[in-house]
């Protein structure tokens, strides 16, 4: 709608709001009589405190691009939920027991350091239902009840395999798979959103790399509800083609499988980073929060992915596979890696770049979606 002169003034002279902060890092530090949790903010960030009866809670107003720490001293595990405004999250620390707040404040930037929030938990048990600020954490104001969050519509985040520097695999007839994984998950956005029924984001919505350890823990900083991650695979064997759907196991369903989760997952090699390293943590955190429901909600998911595909769609023999893809290791996300079919064989690199079949695969996710989340399916997080 055009503007007047007037307008278009008031416009230029509103006031610009400061992008959301950041955390870069997160970690746990055991002090003996004190456990120091540190965030790591590309600015300074409100924050509230929560107490809970299995730990506490910090609200702030901030977006996580980090992974999360694994258990240390007092924190048994960290987890990420949405938080009760839009632009805040909420950082979950389990406890191994009652605990106290003895400092939650942001130090400002220093040393070469950016702005950390820092907060010491120890051993006892503080005022129950407090809300705390950052002025109130060391006087422990009387209790003031917390506000409910408002029903929300589920979230379903999309992962576009590959990505950036990482192309993926390459068609036959030429194009990356980075190219048609994000442009199948844009069709999804756009067939999900429509229906009114659904929240949805894309973990990139460009040409750019994230690293795969990454890629989980943003689903779980917008509070998904449900993880879908596309790929489109390549194999020697120029006559393979049909998709296959994924869930995480510990031990690969066949030789096929492990071989192709250990390809993925050595993606981010290719630009320096180490998962050995993080595979422990990542074993940790999924020893902790015991993902048994998730598992079983991702394997509901996948069944009904197959039962819904259209007929045109051609699938693998056994199409429903488990597999140790690190896109998958979110503890308490149901997630599946859909592997939509094999660039390698003409007919389905064609059709992975086709609008119509994009249309049809997409529908097909999008029937499996309605049906996991109406009638005996699980209800979205809160």
């Given at each position: 709608?055009?503007?007047?002169?007037?307008?278009?003034?008031?416009?230029?002279?509103?006031?610009?709001?400061?992008?959301?902060?950041?955390?870069?890092?997160?970690?746990?530090?055991?002090?003996?009589?004190?456990?120091?949790?540190?965030?790591?903010?590309?600015?300074d960030?409100?924050?509230?405190?929560?107490?809970?009866?299995?730990?506490?809670?910090?609200?702030?107003?901030?977006?996580?691009?980090?992974?999360?720490p694994?258990?240390?001293?007092?924190?048994?595990?960290?987890?990420?939920?949405?938080?009760?405004?839009?632009?805040?999250?909420?950082?979950?620390?389990?406890?191994?027991?009652?605990?106290?707040?003895?400092l939650?404040?942001?130090?400002?930037?220093?040393?070469?350091?950016?702005?950390?929030?820092?907060?010491?938990?120890?051993?006892?048990?503080?005022?129950?239902?407090?809300?705390?600020?950052?002025?109130?954490?060391?006087?422990?104001?009387?209790?003031?009840?917390?506000?409910?969050?408002?029903?929300?519509?589920?979230?379903?985040?999309?992962?576009?395999?590959?990505?950036g520097?990482?192309?993926?695999?390459?068609?036959?007839g030429?194009?990356?798979?980075?190219?048609?994984?994000?442009?199948?998950?844009?069709?999804?956005?756009?067939?999900?959103?429509a229906?009114?029924?659904?929240?949805?984001?894309?973990?990139?919505?460009?040409?750019?790399?994230?690293?795969?350890?990454?890629?989980?823990?943003?689903?779980?900083?917008?509070?998904?509800?449900?993880?879908?991650?596309?790929?489109?695979?390549?194999?020697?064997?120029?006559?393979?083609?049909?998709?296959?759907?994924?869930?995480?196991?510990?031990?690969?369903?066949?030789?096929?499988?492990?071989?192709?989760?250990?390809?993925?997952?050595?993606?981010?090699?290719?630009?320096?980073?180490?998962?050995?390293?993080?595979?422990?943590?990542i074993?940790?955190?999924?020893?902790?929060?015991?993902?048994?429901?998730?598992?079983?909600?991702?394997?509901?998911?996948?069944?009904?992915?197959?039962?819904?595909?259209?007929?045109?769609?051609?699938?693998?023999?056994?199409?429903?596979?488990?597999?140790?893809f690190?896109?998958?290791?979110?503890?308490?996300?149901?997630?599946?890696?859909?592997?939509?079919?094999?660039?390698?064989?003409?007919?389905?690199?064609?059709?992975?770049?086709?609008?119509?079949?994009?249309?049809?695969?997409?529908?097909?996710?999008l029937?499996?979606?309605?049906?996991?989340?109406?009638?005996?399916?699980?209800?979205?997080?809160?």
């Open positions: 709608m055009a503007q007047t002169p007037v307008q278009t003034a008031s416009v230029a002279s509103a006031r610009v709001m400061p992008e959301p902060a950041r955390i870069g890092a997160a970690r746990l530090g055991d002090h003996g009589d004190k456990t120091r949790f540190v965030l790591e903010l590309s600015r960030a409100p924050f509230s405190i929560l107490p809970d009866a299995n730990g506490v809670v910090v609200e702030m107003e901030a977006a996580l691009d980090a992974a999360l694994a258990a240390k001293g007092l924190v048994r595990a960290v987890a990420v939920r949405p938080g009760m405004k839009a632009g805040h999250l909420r950082l979950v620390l389990s406890t191994t027991g009652p605990v106290r707040v003895l939650a404040e942001v130090i400002p930037p220093r040393d070469g350091m950016p702005p950390r929030f820092v907060m010491d938990l120890a051993a006892g048990r503080a005022g129950r239902g407090a809300v705390l600020t950052p002025a109130s954490v060391s006087t422990m104001n009387p209790p003031v009840p917390a506000e409910k969050p408002k029903p929300t519509l589920p979230m379903i985040v999309i992962d576009p395999g590959h990505g520097q990482d192309p993926g695999a390459i068609a036959v030429g194009g990356y798979e980075k190219d048609i994984t994000l442009a199948m998950a844009k069709e999804l956005r756009r067939q999900l959103l229906t009114g029924r659904y929240r949805v984001a894309l973990t990139r919505d460009s040409d750019t790399y994230i690293p795969l350890r990454d890629r989980p823990g943003i689903a779980r900083a917008k509070g998904a509800d449900l993880f879908i991650s596309l790929h489109a695979d390549s194999i020697t064997s120029k006559q393979v083609r049909g998709l296959s759907v994924y869930t995480l196991s510990d031990k690969a369903s066949d030789r096929e499988a492990e071989m192709l989760a250990q390809r993925e997952n050595q993606s981010d090699a290719i630009v320096g980073l180490d998962l050995s390293v993080q595979s422990a943590d074993a940790s955190i999924l020893i902790g929060m015991s993902q048994r429901d998730a598992l079983n909600r991702s394997r509901r998911f996948a069944s009904l992915l197959l039962k819904n595909l259209d007929p045109k769609i051609a699938v693998l023999p056994g199409p429903m596979r488990s597999a140790g690190a896109v998958l290791t979110a503890p308490d996300v149901p997630a599946v890696l859909v592997e939509m079919g094999y660039l390698s064989h003409s007919q389905d690199a064609k059709l992975l770049g086709s609008d119509a079949h994009r249309k049809r695969m997409a529908g097909s996710l029937r499996a979606v309605d049906g996991y989340f109406t009638g005996n399916a699980v209800p979205p997080r809160s």
